[in-house]
Nanobody
Framework: QVQLVESGGGLVQAGGSLRLSCVAS????????MGWFRQAPGKEREFVAA????????YYRDSIKSRVTISVDNAKNTVYLQMNSLKPEDTAVYYC?????????????WGKGTLVTVSS
C-alpha cells in the first residue's frame, strides 16, 4: 500500500504562486512514478505533471507546462508542484498520485486532494 498526503493548497490571487507538496509513505511507493492531477468543478480529472523518483523523467500537460515545475526530494519522500502565474481557471482540487506515467497515464494510488482557489 502507498499513502499520499497533499498540502499547500489555498486561496491566491491571479498572477500569484503556490507550491503543493505530497508526502508519500508505504513499503512500495518508490516503485511508482509520482503525478499531479486536478479536477475543476463540473469537469473531469486531468493530468498536470509527473516525475520519476530519480527526477530524470518529467512530463507536463502542454497547456500548463510553462507555468509549473514538478520536483522530488527523496530524503523527504516528497513531491512538489510549483505553480506560477496562476489563473482563475487553475482553480481545482489537486490530487497527488502514484502510478506509471509516460506513454500512458496509469494511476494506482490517489491522495485525498488539496483545494486551490485562484481569485480574479
Amino acid at each position: 500500500q502507498v499513502q499520499l498526503v497533499e498540502s499547500g493548497g489555498g486561496l491566491v490571487q491571479a498572477g500569484g504562486s503556490l507550491r503543493l507538496s505530497c508526502v508519500a509513505s508505504g513499503r512500495t511507493f518508490m516503485h511508482y512514478d509520482m503525478g499531479w492531477f486536478r479536477q475543476a468543478p463540473g469537469k473531469e480529472r486531468e493530468f498536470v505533471a509527473a516525475i520519476s523518483w530519480s527526477g530524470l523523467r518529467r512530463y507536463y500537460r502542454d497547456s500548463i507546462k510553462s507555468r509549473v515545475t514538478i520536483s522530488v526530494d527523496n530524503a523527504k519522500n516528497t513531491v512538489y508542484l510549483q505553480m506560477n502565474s496562476l489563473k482563475p481557471e487553475d482553480t481545482a482540487v489537486y490530487y497527488c498520485a502514484a502510478g506509471r506515467y509516460g506513454s500512458s497515464l496509469s494511476t494506482d494510488y490517489w491522495g485525498k486532494g488539496t483545494l486551490v482557489t485562484v481569485s480574479s
